[in-house]
């Protein structure tokens, strides 16, 4: 969101410096988001908060330099990956993504939906309740496609919905430092001051999931109306997935924890960049505020770009180059300064982390009922927490409600609101089947039926090995 | 005690003469209605520079979106009318009475300056079954319910388009395929979501140019020297003339009860600032037509595009309220 406040001071300027800060910014942020995320347990922007729920175990067993190393040099990864498809294969992405039809993106968010069950730790039945607060979060106000006022209780306030950085901000950062309260006058952790980079041999380990999940991120980056957030928790839940034996089980600081989300949210990156470039579309938010960016610079960012003006395109390749190499150096400078702060005092901690809430709160929309939302989430999520409550699935269903219900509504009201065609339909394009089946065994495994028919084979294969 | 409350109180009358003399002592709040990126935010922000330099002042540029821009307009609406804060805002409030999207609409600003105004127009997918208008029109006959049109909600340019082509050819029996704005919607057209979309002609062009969407009428009097070859829909049926020109449109508006002078500097500001000619380029390469009024010729314009906008939809059955209530007369009486 910071791209949205600079924007301003760089209209004055020439439009490729002005674009080169926007880019800059752009990859910090995804990036830095995971800082606070393992150090603090707060994610500093939402496409880290996957990097949270095994990052912060690991700074609680001491380890915070090893997660920011690793996290770093994935991110580095994940984002190089991302700029090779953008520089290589942007015409084809971005006719794949076109090829998304509302139906399609109605799948996506149901696949997403079902990550609920492994974003919450303990109770299913609390973590589906979870997920369907933040769907009813996300729905708040007036719709954006009849203009009905939803959930308003014909109050003014609540007519532009909630800020889901608020949301955010309040659930992870004011119920993090109420929840330290407790613990207040416990000594803090010392942090082990051991190996900060990855060896080469744990980079190697994770190429092949960080590839996979890097696939996921350029992909979802790609898509117009979704982006790294979406991405990073796809990319979590594939690696608990497809990791057999991790080091560490999910949930308690496992390494593939930190690789899936970290390399997807930086491959967002180069993707949410293809439909920008190869069709004047935006991938994302931020990419929304370059092409406006574009327009006041006096270029007509669309199809034409490219051929008009392809240096353009190769200086925002070259820019996102460059973001990504000074990340990696950036990002390795003062590691061990910044576990610091998880050896700092709670007494000291605490109120810095309730200020920076309430800024950050405020900056997103300058508006200071955005600070009550986040107050009011960051009590209400304390009490979630207290009762084993997992507070993923609410940010989750936040996401994902708009995602959901206007496609949804699109996808039937394209059929005449006729559900047999709809269904038809499902099985008319390969994508959609693809997506249809993926949304039915991933469902189906997550079902103790699953479960005992898998017993039941392998119990049989043993028996014949 | 009491002599410095009557201090402070001369102190402040004090300086709100001085504030006229002066004006801008201070920053301007400019609240933008819509979204970083959107049409309405890039027109405000390239315009602006060239204003603050006529008027020798800063005006600090903020978006505050939500509930179809009624949340800024409540905003500069209920701001102190001292000429520190100013709306940059669209068409759409002229509507929100009739849509019951709120209670309040530009008959408490006074026009700065209204800047420019879009055209709009008819595009279709590649590879849909028609290439023109007629062709369109005989299709949508031919196999009624199955053409998909796109829309940006009750009162979006789509449904006023859709009304007036409704008011003019009789009932169009489409499928209307509501979208959160023209950039998802022509994302959808080109991924073969929507048949045809009725779109801004400057949201549409780069696509057009390049091929991805092919045009099948400008909703103008004329043709757009932007798009010599696509016809204007007047001389299809000429019949649209009572309705065209018609358009969205940018405007810098003050809250009601600002002083004069102060509304005069800022129209002088806004106007200068109009005729930048890097401004007027970039205007005219996204197919706007420039308009730059104020004062009583832009009450004038705004009450004739309310009249004719919003009894169109009521024909068309899409207010929640109709425009008599709130003294809104058809066009003509």
């Known amino acids: 969101m910071a791209v949205s406040i600079l924007i301003s001071f760089t209209f004055s300027w020439e439009v490729y410096p002005a674009i080169a800060l926007m880019i800059g910014i752009y990859m910090g942020g995804v990036y830095g988001g995971s800082r606070t995320a393992i150090l603090l347990n707060i994610p500093g922007a939402p496409s880290a908060i996957a990097t949270a729920l095994d990052g912060y175990p690991m700074a609680k067993r001491g380890e915070a330099g090893t997660a920011i190393g690793v996290t770093t040099v994935m991110s580095f990864i994940g984002g190089f990956i991302g700029i090779g498809v953008l520089a290589l294969a942007a015409p084809l992405v971005s006719e794949f993504a076109l090829t998304f039809q509302p139906r399609d993106y109605m799948l ?56 889901f950085i608020a949301v955010m901000i309040g659930m992870f950062g004011v119920s993090e430092a109420l929840l330290q309260l407790h613990h207040v006058h416990t000594p803090s952790l010392r942090q082990k001051i051991g190996r900060i980079l990855p060896s080469l041999a744990t980079v190697k380990k994770h190429l092949p999931l960080s590839l996979q999940t890097s696939t996921i991120g350029v992909i979802i980056g790609a898509l117009p109306g979704t982006g790294g957030d979406i991405a990073a928790l796809m990319a979590y839940d594939h690696a608990k997935r497809v990791t057999k034996a991790p080091e560490r089980p999910f949930g308690e600081g496992a390494i593939e924890g930190l690789v899936a989300p970290e390399t997807a949210n930086n491959a967002a990156v180069g993707g949410a960049f293809i439909p920008m470039m190869t069709l004047g579309i935006p991938g994302d938010a931020v990419t929304a505020i370059m092409i406006g960016a574009l327009f006041i610079h006096g270029l007509n960012p669309g199809p034409m770009l490219m051929i008009d003006q392809p240096d353009m395109f190769w200086f925002i390749v070259g820019c996102l180059v460059t973001a990504n190499v000074f990340m990696l150096l950036f990002g390795l400078t003062g590691i061990r300064l910044f576990t610091k702060i998880v050896e700092m005092p709670r007494a000291v901690l605490i109120p810095l982390i309730m200020l920076l809430s309430i800024v950050g709160a405020y900056a997103v929309n300058n508006s200071v009922s955005d600070v009550y939302w986040m107050l009011g989430f960051g009590l209400f999520g304390y009490f979630m927490r207290q009762y084993g409550y997992p507070l993923g699935p609410v940010i989750l269903g936040v ?23 709809f269904f038809h339909g499902l099985f008319s394009s390969p994508l959609s089947t693809v997506l249809f089946v993926a949304v039915i065994v991933i469902f189906v495994s997550q079902t103790p039926l699953w479960a005992r028919g898998k017993a039941k084979l392998f119990g049989k294969t043993e028996k014949t090995a | 005690m009491k002599r410095s409350l009557l201090g402070a109180i001369g102190a402040i009358a004090l300086t709100a003469t001085a504030a006229v003399a002066d004006y801008p002592e201070k920053d301007i709040q ?32 903020q978006n505050m979106t939500g509930a179809v821009g009624a949340i800024a307009l409540n905003h500069v609406a209920g701001a102190a009318a001292d000429g520190y804060t100013l709306l940059m805002g669209a068409e759409n409030p002229m509507l929100y009475k009739v849509m019951g999207l709120g209670d309040k609409d530009y008959s408490e600003f006074t026009p700065i300056n209204i800047l420019a105004r879009g055209t709009p127009m008819l595009v279709a ?76 002609l400057g949201a549409a062009i780069e696509g057009i140019r390049a091929g991805k969407m092919k045009p099948l009428a400008v909703f103008d009097t004329a043709a757009s020297d932007k798009l010599p070859d696509v016809p204007a829909v007047v001389d299809i049926n000429a019949e649209y003339n009572t309705y065209l020109p018609w358009g969205p449109f940018f405007g810098v508006f003050a809250p009601k009860g600002t002083p004069d002078d102060i509304v005069a500097k800022l129209s002088a500001a806004y106007a200068t600032g109009a005729q930048n000619p890097e401004f007027i380029e970039l205007m005219e390469g996204r197919g706007y037509t420039l308009m730059g009024i104020s004062g009583d010729e832009a009450e004038a314009f705004l009450t004739k595009w309310q009249q004719g906008t919003v009894w169109l939809l009521q024909d068309a059955g899409l207010t929640k309220t109709s425009p008599e209530a709130f003294g809104i007369k058809r066009p003509g009486e």
Request: charged share 15%.
């Open chain 1, 108 to 163: 996506l968010a149901v696949l997403g939906i079902l990550l609920v069950g492994s974003l919450s730790q303990g109770s299913l039945l609390k973590g589906i309740f979870a997920g369907a607060l933040g769907i009813a979060i996300g729905a708040v106000g007036r719709d954006p496609l009849t203009f009905t006022e939803r959930f308003t209780f014909d109050l003014q306030l609540m007519e532009g919905g909630i800020s």
């Open chain 2, 125 to 200: 997918n590649t590879d849909a079954p028609f290439d023109s208008y007629a062709e369109m029109m005989d299709y949508i006959e031919a196999n009624p319910g199955s053409v998909r049109f796109g829309s940006t909600g009750p009162g979006g340019l789509p449904s006023v388009i859709t009304a007036m082509i409704e008011t003019v050819e009789g009932g169009l029996d489409v499928i209307a395929v509501p979208y959160d704005g023209d950039g998802p919607a022509l994302t959808g057209l080109q991924g073969g979501a929507i048949d045809v979309m009725p779109a801004v």
């Open chain 1, 399 to 421: 996401i994902l409600s708009r995602l959901l219900d206007d496609n949804w509504r699109r996808a039937i009201i394209s059929e005449r609101e006729d559900l047999g065609l």
């Open chain 2, 30 to 61: 400019g609240i933008i209605q819509w979204g970083a990126g959107g049409s309405t935010d890039t027109v405000m922000r390239s315009v602006t520079p060239h204003a603050e330099e006529a008027l020798g002042g800063s005006i600090v540029l």
